[in-house]
């Protein structure tokens, strides 16, 4: 028997050997294994993910009341993400080869390279620590998603920025921009007007492939400033050894990666009409 | 869909929609640039390499020897980094801890990629339902987010240098299976794999003499790109409390230990994240040289 | 409205939750007010004394000491002092205290609060279904007998001189006999209903618990209105909030930020000497560390003073007992002096030899050694294991760490003998009913079956048929003087046939706002706001 199993943890330090009998057979877990785990199964499709030691029942109300907290702070990483990036990108594009193109490509590549958790760290340090400036633990109001959603869009800022960037001067050296420019329209309209739209799609791109980064860096974020989420319940969870809380969590999270895949499919659709009859 | 979870940089698992992706490179930096930084990039790492190699020779002090009379010193002549909270040398930790992240990180990149070549060629090369059932199982741990699965395998391991191995091997094997089986589908129409088909020739040899070398690009620089989110992997377990045993001075083990001194002694929160930085920043600048390099797809 | 205006709105609306935050904090507080914050280390999953009494070590309990009363309390020094109970009267064969109750108590449900409510708690711990835990607080008591609506009597199988630690006890809390109807057994962890000075607001397990002043509390309506307990893993994130406002109390305050903390003129800092004393447990059933010299020896290698003194700050002292210096029957012995030499040579006389890498050998067999720890359970835990582990290998020991996770590391201390899986174990016992006695028993009194998992905390299979007697004795004996007196013996044994590397005692530190007053910090390392005013 593995340490830790779901009687032995339930029981307690002190209880004895026959104590953990007792609540094992009252768990069900002295059945066959075959028998617990076609249990689960059954139990799975009707919602029920077993018992778990933290919440003492099924975790699954527990796990989604926290998961309003991870969404907001997914939703505001991307928010962040658009936000920053995109302009970011287009900056860039636009002062092609001036000083801000080289500190974004500077930033980019940075931020590519640093650990999301060792980046919030050092913003505790900085903004929180030494000037008192945001809270940095929980959720008690907007300023304290501040260090959160900085600290997981990072890596999304910088690479929608370099897509941006990149689609940018393409578009920005197609004919219909020289035309008109020709026609004696400033870039700025003609950045508004006509190359913005394009450089959409790799927004939604790279939210799409990174999803499963926002996913896997918000349980290390969520921790990191006691976020409360699901992300900072599993690493709980694995601290209790709460076998059946990590497995809930982790088929939510699954749920939810598909969930935005699809919807990341959908707006591919609508923004590039290309692909409408592909 | 667009394909999740793989790749270090977004071009690795790049589908391309609407045709825009593949030509950003024309906009990219000179080709000249682009070979500074794979020189830069394979500088740092060979400067990485020969820490990990040689790192105990190298370290002023034992990783774990102790001065608990001179408990997290800042910088000075004797320590150049400082000392931790049990007084070890923040700077031999650090370069003898070169190892373990690096040999983690090739490790499960180097695994990952003969198991996810070798499960893609196949699937690629006979079709079928074997390509149905390899793919199913691809696929269903793609819906994984790679550090969720790797959070998850290295929970029921428990802490080690194994789990974390397994952990970030496998959630990266899937993206390595389907990207090469990618690959393997498009060379299997070639005509000279037909023709050698159509004389006999048996398939592994095939595999091996006529498939494998064309994957080989694509693998090379993939993998080359997962090394750096190897690493990030890597360290965020070992920030999780996951990573390796006591008293190993692996990163991401050190930064979460050091944590609670971060008001008294910065210094121990500061190296260790630098040197994970700045390993990821090699990889991830070697990665995208080598690609520009090696991928004539991407050449403007 | 013109577009400046409205700009102008847009920016203010954006920037209020950053520039309003500190005013509308201030606002809060004096108005609606009185609500104290508490940033715990650990998290409350329940709240019912039954269930491992509250759960978790020490959240559970200090959120459990407000919701409900006992009929002894402790005061901060650990002292009982009446609460339900108005007086009690011990026999003198030690087998009984009858207790007089208080009168016009009610729980929190609106029921009264009598004999039959002790009568029916009193046998819900005695019922190992209800309770599996806490058994050797539980296990020597027979039952209750009511006398009349406010008297009771509450006997044990035999002698037991430690009934009143039981019932001051957080698994001593008084229950609403008929919440517990009402919820079911199970039901009550996360309704419970007590008679304390505080009730139940909301509970979020594993995040946060509110509790409000009781308005018909025996003792008067507290002081604060709303307590608010919430969980915060980490210590540098607990003292940001401890800084920002967010909470007013923190537990668990890293002793190297104390000298900084304490000069900040907003926080208060608290420091108290802990009933743990923190050490090595030696599984004696595993060779060669069934032999004193060996133990002795390793006890020799480890610089306990400079580790209380650089590692902590000064915030630890080292053991010279086997009980903690505050608490009750405390004996002082004599150190094990740090000498690498001697340690050397004990192991020489136990037949060790360097062998051809230096490693100790004996019988061609080198000496190896599997030091078990855990990661946040205990201040410095790892950082202990990896001293030890150096001060070990210096002896030619070949030693390996192994981690376990918090929640799986008291199971695998606790295996049976055939699974026990380490030689050494971090580990430190709080005696968390305040008995010298209770603290004694539960580690080194001889388990029933050596082969079976252990009785209490004897994981090491210590056994010494000497120590057994002199704890019966001072178990059974009405003489305080004579309980000593025994307790002190056995202490001097133990601490010979060291089945422990002896380290220190930690001191415990809690920070405090300045303002709050009355916050309680006792030496069984709980934090304990349940008497607690805001001042400003």
């Known amino acids: ?278 | 869909m667009p394909e999740s979870g793989g790749g270090a940089d977004l071009y690795a698992g790049w589908v391309d929609p609407g045709g825009v992706g593949a030509q950003t490179a024309g906009a990219g930096p000179t080709r000249r640039r682009r070979g500074a930084h794979m020189l830069l990039g394979g500088g740092l790492l060979v400067g990485y390499v020969a820490l990990a190699a040689l790192g105990p020779w190298l370290a002023p002090y034992g990783a774990n020897e102790q001065d608990l009379l001179g408990v997290l010193a800042p910088a000075s002549a004797e320590h150049w980094l400082g000392t931790d909270q049990i007084g070890r040398d923040l700077l031999s930790r650090i370069v003898v801890g070169a190892r373990f992240t690096l040999t983690a990180a090739l490790v499960s990149v180097i695994l990952a990629a003969s198991v996810g070549a070798t499960v893609g060629l196949v699937a690629g090369y006979f079709g079928g339902r074997i390509d149905g059932g390899l793919m199913a199982v691809a696929d269903l741990l793609l819906t994984v987010p790679n550090l969720i699965l790797a959070i998850a395998i290295a929970s029921v391991i428990g802490a080690g240098m194994t789990g974390l191995i397994v952990a970030t091997t496998t959630s990266f094997v899937a993206p390595v299976a389907r990207l090469i089986r990618g690959r393997v589908l498009e060379v299997r129409q070639e005509d000279f794999v037909q023709a050698a088909r159509a004389v006999g020739v048996r398939d592994a040899r095939i595999l091996a003499r006529h498939v494998l070398p064309h994957a080989t690009t694509t693998l090379v620089i993939e993998t080359s790109l997962l090394a750096g989110q190897a690493v990030l992997i890597g360290s965020a377990l070992g920030f999780l409390g996951l990573g390796v045993r006591p008293p190993a001075p692996e990163w991401g083990t050190m930064l979460s230990g050091g944590r609670e001194f971060i008001e008294v002694a910065p210094h121990l929160v500061v190296a260790p994240g630098v040197a994970i930085s700045l390993l990821v920043f090699a990889f991830n600048v070697f990665g995208d040289g080598l690609r520009d390099r090696l991928d004539p797809r991407r050449h403007a | 409205m013109n577009r400046r205006t409205a700009l102008a709105l847009i920016s203010t609306a954006a920037a209020s939750p950053f520039t309003l935050g500190a005013p509308l904090r201030a606002l809060a507080q004096a108005t609606a007010g009185r609500t104290l914050t508490y940033g715990q280390s650990g998290a409350v999953t329940a709240l019912d004394p039954a269930q491992g009494s509250f759960a978790t070590y020490p959240a559970g309990y200090e959120v459990g000491y407000c919701l409900y009363d006992r009929l002894v309390d402790f005061d901060a020094n650990l002292r009982f002092v009446p609460e339900l109970a108005e007086s009690w009267d011990v026999a003198a064969d030690l087998k009984s205290i009858r207790f007089r109750l208080r009168r016009n108590v009610r729980f929190h449900d609106g029921t009264v609060f009598n004999a039959q409510a002790v009568k029916f708690n009193v046998e819900r711990m005695i019922d190992k279904a209800r309770t599996p835990t806490n058994r050797p607080l539980w296990d020597p008591v027979a039952g209750a007998d009511v006398v009349d609506e406010h008297t009771v009597v509450i006997r044990t199988k035999a002698a037991f001189s430690q009934l009143l630690n039981s019932l001051a006890h957080g698994s001593g809390s008084m229950v609403s006999p008929a919440a517990v109807e009402k919820h079911g057994e199970k039901g009550i962890a996360q309704h419970p209903v007590g008679a304390g000075p505080y009730r139940l607001d909301s509970f979020t397990p594993g995040q946060e618990v509110a509790l409000r002043a009781f308005d018909g509390y025996w003792g008067g309506k507290p002081a604060t209105e709303r307590l608010v307990f919430k969980y915060i893993l980490e210590a540098s994130t607990r003292i940001a909030a401890l800084r920002t406002g967010s909470v007013d109390v923190i537990d668990s305050v890293p002793v190297q930020l104390v000298a900084g903390l304490r000069k900040e003129p907003n926080l208060e800092i608290l420091v108290r000497p802990s009933l743990r004393p923190m050490g090595l447990a030696i599984n004696l059933s595993r060779q060669p560390y069934d032999d004193p010299r060996v133990r002795r020896a390793l006890n020799h290698a480890i610089p306990v003073e400079t580790i209380a003194e650089r590692v902590f700050f000064g915030f630890a002292r080292a053991s010279d007992a086997p009980l903690a210096f505050d608490t009750q029957g405390y004996q002082k012995q004599r150190p094990y002096e740090y000498s690498v030499a001697k340690a050397k040579e004990l192991l020489g006389e136990a037949g060790f030899k360097p062998g051809a890498n230096g490693q100790l050998e004996r019988d061609g067999k080198p000496l190896k050694m599997t030091l078990l720890a855990s990661e946040g359970l205990f201040p410095g835990d790892v950082n202990i294991a990896e001293i030890a582990q150096r001060a070990f290998q210096q002896l030619g020991i070949d030693v390996t760490i192994s981690k376990i996770e918090r929640g799986s590391y008291w199971d695998a201390l606790r295996q049976e003998r055939a699974a026990l899986t380490f030689d050494l174990a971090v580990f430190g016992f709080n005696p968390s009913n305040a008995s010298g006695l209770y603290h004694l028993e539960s580690l080194f009194k001889s388990n029933a079956d050596d082969a079976a998992r252990p009785t209490v905390w004897n994981m090491g299979r210590y056994r010494n048929p000497k120590v057994d007697e002199l704890l019966a004795q001072a178990n059974t004996n009405p003489d305080p003087a004579k309980q000593l007196a025994a307790m002190g013996e056995a202490q001097r044994i133990v601490w010979e046939d060291a089945p422990y590397v002896w380290l220190h005692v930690n001191q415990n530190v809690t920070a405090v706002r300045k303002g709050i007053k009355g916050v309680e910090l006792w030496p069984i390392v709980f934090t304990i706001p349940r008497r607690a005013r805001v001042e400003a």
Not at chain 1, 1 to 25: C, F, K, N, W, Y
Not at chain 1, 247 to 271: E, R
């Open chain 1, 1 to 278: 028997m593995v340490p830790g199993d779901e009687a032995t943890l339930m029981a307690g330090a002190t209880a004895s050997q026959a104590d953990i009998d007792l609540l094992r057979a009252r768990l069900g877990l002295d059945r066959p294994l075959v028998e617990q785990y076609t249990t689960r199964l059954a139990g799975l499709a009707r919602g029920n993910f077993g018992y778990s030691s933290t919440f003492r029942g099924n975790p699954l109300p527990h796990v989604l009341a926290r998961l309003p907290a991870t969404m907001l702070l997914m939703a505001t990483a991307i928010l962040a993400t658009v936000l920053l990036g995109l302009p970011a990108g287009v900056l860039a594009a636009v002062a092609h080869n001036r000083w801000p193109d080289y500190l974004l490509s500077f930033l980019v590549v940075g931020l590519l390279a640093v650990p999301n958790f060792w980046l919030g760290l050092m913003l505790i340090v900085v903004l929180s620590v030494e000037r008192g400036w945001l809270p940095s633990f929980g959720f008690s109001g907007l300023a304290s998603l501040v260090m959160p959603t900085i600290a997981l869009a990072a890596r999304l800022v910088a690479l929608v920025a370099r897509m941006t960037r990149g689609v940018m001067l393409e578009e920005l050296a197609k004919d219909y921009v020289r035309t008109a420019h020709a026609k004696g329209l400033d870039t700025a309209a003609v950045v508004a007007r006509h190359v913005l739209r394009n450089a959409l799609i790799p927004t939604v791109t790279v939210i799409g492939l990174q999803t499963g980064y926002l996913l896997g860096g918000s349980v290390v974020v969520e921790r990191l400033f006691a976020w409360p989420g699901i992300g900072d319940l599993m690493i709980n969870a694995i601290g209790a050894r709460d076998h059946t809380l990590v497995q809930a969590i982790t088929i939510l999270f699954v749920v939810g990666f598909l969930l935005v895949n699809l919807a990341v499919d959908v707006l591919y659709v609508l923004i590039n009409p290309r692909l409408r009859h592909a």
